[in-house]
């Protein structure tokens, strides 16, 4: 009975979980994808902040250790030194206290070398892991990197498959038809064709008809006798000259000829009579 709902609900679970990624939006998982990558990549960097911090302190350390050993390495010498100065000089308790002194500075001198000798060890294992931990943080950004830039691309396409469902659908709907009362876009156009084919058929023979001819003959008169009105018009104005009256008319203020003797340029011909 156990094995029976533990199977039945392995079922449920693995049906449900289908139908949730069968109707989930992709563009929704993509940006939980992301943003799971970019939360590993920050951990990544805190943890390797944290073995960059601890080489950076180990390195502290042993800087200042140097600067200890060379501080005690020069006491020691002094002390030797004065030790040597106190034992020609006669001075035996000073020669035995710089003895002691120097004596003591050795061995923290020991005791500081091992130290840095341990430092030494411990820095180039946080350096390796330094190197190591900033190199991974390389790796990982280059990678979520290309997964943002694979995320704007994985956008468009989808962008893109959407547009050409949308498409797909409307010649779908256009091609088929919504039903026996509804006429299809083919039906339509054929339709109007035929109306406009009709019309133009109409207008054709319309147009060679006696009445239009007709039409056009009275049209054409009424053009005439509108010219000629206007002619009469120009006469009366003085404008219906052609190009020669009209340099005659241009003329005619210099010469001041009558109003009766319009042809001015004929006076050529009176000049030899003149003579």
């Known amino acids: 009975m156990f094995k029976s709902i533990k199977r039945f609900w392995k079922y449920l679970t693995t049906k449900l979980n289908m139908s949730f990624d069968a109707n989930a939006d992709p563009k929704v998982q993509l940006e939980q994808a992301i943003a799971e990558s970019q939360q590993q990549h920050k951990m990544l960097v805190e943890q390797a902040a944290t073995v960059v911090a601890n080489q950076k302190q180990t390195e502290m350390r042993l800087d200042a250790r140097m600067d200890d050993l060379e501080k005690l390495t020069a006491n020691a010498r002094q002390a030797v030194l004065m030790a040597d100065e ?107 064709e035929g109306r406009y084919a009709k019309a133009q058929g109409v207008s054709e023979l319309q147009g060679q008809s006696v009445e239009s001819k007709m039409l056009e003959v009275e049209q054409a008169t009424r053009n005439v006798e509108a010219q000629a009105r206007l002619s009469k018009i120009r006469s009366q104005l003085g404008l219906d000259t052609g190009t020669a009256d009209a340099s005659a008319v241009e003329a005619a203020p210099a010469a001041q000829p009558s109003a009766a003797q319009p042809d001015a340029p004929d006076t050529g011909e009176a000049q030899p009579s003149a003579g």
């Open 86 to 192: 106190a034992t020609r000089s006669g001075d035996t308790a000073k020669a035995t206290e710089m003895t002691s002194a120097a004596e003591a500075f050795a061995n923290r001198l020991i005791a500081i070398e091992a130290e840095i000798e341990q430092l030494k060890g411990m820095h180039l294992q946080a350096t390796q892991a330094s190197d190591q931990a900033k190199a991974a943080v390389a790796q990982n950004s280059s990678k979520l990197q290309k997964k943002l830039a694979e995320k704007q691309q994985l956008l468009s396409q989808l962008d893109q498959a959407k547009m050409q469902e949308s498409m797909n659908n409307a010649m779908t709907s256009l091609s088929a038809t919504v039903g026996d009362d509804v006429p299809t876009l083919d039906q339509v156009r054929e339709k109007i």
